[in-house]
């Protein structure tokens, strides 16, 4: 159970250290959080962590809990320094991610619901892929490779694995990991302040 300890320790550390630069950048300017997208996520991770405590996953629940109050602020945060082009695609996504809560809530089937997150939440960053083609340099490379690694360590540090809890970890672990790669080669080809 130590290691548990351990682990969840290190994906709420990962975590705030991820979200804490990126609040910072975001609100000096820096960083330009897409609206929508952070919508969406604090709507999937809403979702993911219910699913993680229904689910078992103790605490190892504790970390994306965290994320989740941290992706309520940047939401907050974005609707007066984030970037605002929203594509019909992205109401469709924020209408499937809310339609996840009532698939949970009206026809009780919370698995179904954490599959429609996960994958509504590596849809959610779509927008974010789309503005980091042109302006790479509007994200923070540091955060996304911490949330990548808060993600791991969280999966670590479940109690229980099952649908419910590995799911939705392992989805956001795989996009801030393929996020943090495509900043990297974007980065190699926009020059910063070119846009």
Not at 30 to 55: C, E, K, Q, S
């Amino acid at each position: 159970m130590e290691i548990k300890i351990l682990f969840t320790i290190l994906a709420a550390v990962c975590g705030m250290i991820g979200f804490i630069p990126y609040l910072w950048t975001s609100l000096f300017g820096r960083t330009r959080p897409h609206i929508f997208t952070w919508l969406i996520w604090a709507i999937t991770n809403g979702v993911a962590v219910a699913g993680l405590w229904y689910g078992g996953g103790g605490i190892g629940a504790i970390a994306p809990s965290i994320a989740f109050v941290f992706a309520c602020i940047i939401f907050l945060v974005s609707l007066r320094f984030g970037k605002r082009d929203i594509k019909r695609g992205d109401v469709i996504i924020l209408i499937v991610a809310l339609s996840s809560i009532l698939v949970w809530l009206l026809l009780d089937q919370p698995v179904l619901a954490v599959l429609i997150v996960s994958v509504v939440d590596v849809i959610g960053y779509i927008p974010t892929f789309r503005k980091a083609f042109n302006e790479p340099w509007t994200e923070a490379m540091s955060s996304w490779a911490l949330f990548a690694g808060a993600s791991l360590f969280g999966i670590l540090a479940l109690e229980d694995y099952n649908l419910l809890t590995v799911s939705y970890l392992g989805s956001i672990s795989f996009i801030n990991s393929a996020l943090l790669l495509y900043l990297f080669v974007r980065r190699k080809i926009v020059r910063q302040g070119s846009k």
